[in-house]
């Protein structure tokens, strides 16, 4: 440590303080005592100033040094900390590899053997999951069967339904159609039994006029030169048709009669 200036007892600097104020010998005047009075309680003041501004700066110069020598041992501290750190931590990661490794070790045994449990089915966390979705299935497949007994139920009643439908289209279609051949038919039969009346009518007419004839004939033999004007009166059919193809037509008409005959019975029974 660098050396401190001495210091200096108050009481020292006032006795030189006063000597070097004294008057000289050689002929000074000594001023009155009210001066000398003052004088001193100044020179005490500055003594005090001076003496405290001493301790100051001789203070300030002592912590400058200790800062220094602290800073100076600081660094060594810190360097020597540093590297104690560092080996410390060199330590500690090769020390946290070496756990993770076995711990990696141990987990993937741990992995295996569970895998072996479960593929053989012994592991307690593999057969509770399975036992679950085992009666979910059971409950399943009760569910599907019961929808589909319903959905073949639906099916079948819907099938009923339009053989039902279709079956009641049918008679109503039947029924309509046997009305309207029932009609065409009755319509056919009025028909034919206004042409058999008009038949005998017209048989009736050919016998009268197969009579007519041959009393014209005779008629004729007896007086050819006179001729006279039959008068009709009343409502007759006159038919431009020889009697060859009336009986014709009227053999047809007798044999459609026929063949209708059965159709018309069936129609009276129904």
């Known amino acids: 440590m660098p050396a401190q200036p001495p210091v200096r007892e108050p009481e020292e600097e006032m006795e030189a303080e006063g000597e070097s104020q004294l008057p000289e010998a050689n002929g000074e005047v000594e001023e009155p005592r009210e001066n000398e009075g003052r004088g001193g309680e100044e020179t005490m003041e ?5 003496r405290e501004s001493d301790l100051e700066e001789s203070e300030d110069e002592e912590e400058e040094e200790e800062e220094e020598e602290s800073s100076e041992m600081d660094d ?4 020597r900390r540093r590297g104690e750190c560092l080996d410390e931590m060199l330590d500690l990661e090769k020390q946290f590899q070496e756990l993770k490794e076995k711990l990696f070790r141990e987990r993937l045994n741990q992995v295996k053997v569970k895998l072996d449990e479960v593929l053989t089915g012994k592991a307690g966390e593999y057969r509770e999951p399975l036992a679950a979705l085992q009666s979910s299935m059971q409950i399943r497949t009760q569910v599907a069967g019961v929808y589909r007994e319903l959905c073949l139920q639906v099916i079948k009643h819907k099938h009923e339904c339009e053989v039902q439908g279709a079956r009641q289209h ?3 279609e039947r029924t309509l159609l046997f009305d309207a051949m029932k009609s065409e038919l009755l319509e056919k039969i009025r028909r034919l039994e206004e042409d058999r009346q008009n038949i005998d009518l017209t048989s009736e007419w050919s016998d009268e006029m197969r009579g007519k004839k041959c009393k014209r004939k005779n008629l004729l033999g007896r007086s050819e030169r006179r001729k006279k004007v039959a008068l009709v009166s009343g409502p007759f059919i006159v038919y431009m048709l020889r009697d ?6 009227w053999t047809a008409i007798k044999k459609a009669k026929a063949a209708l005959s059965p159709l018309k019975k ?5």
């Not at 060594?76 to 360097?79: K, P």
């Not at 060859?244 to 037509?249: K, V």
Request: aromatic residues 0%; hydrophobic residues 25%; proline residues 0%.
């Open 46 to 50: 500055e003594s005090m100033e001076e």
């Open 170 to 172: 049918l008679e109503s």
């Open 76 to 79: 060594e501290d810190c360097e």
């Open 266 to 270: 069936k129609v009276e029974k129904r």
């Open 244 to 249: 060859i193809d009336i009986l014709e037509d």
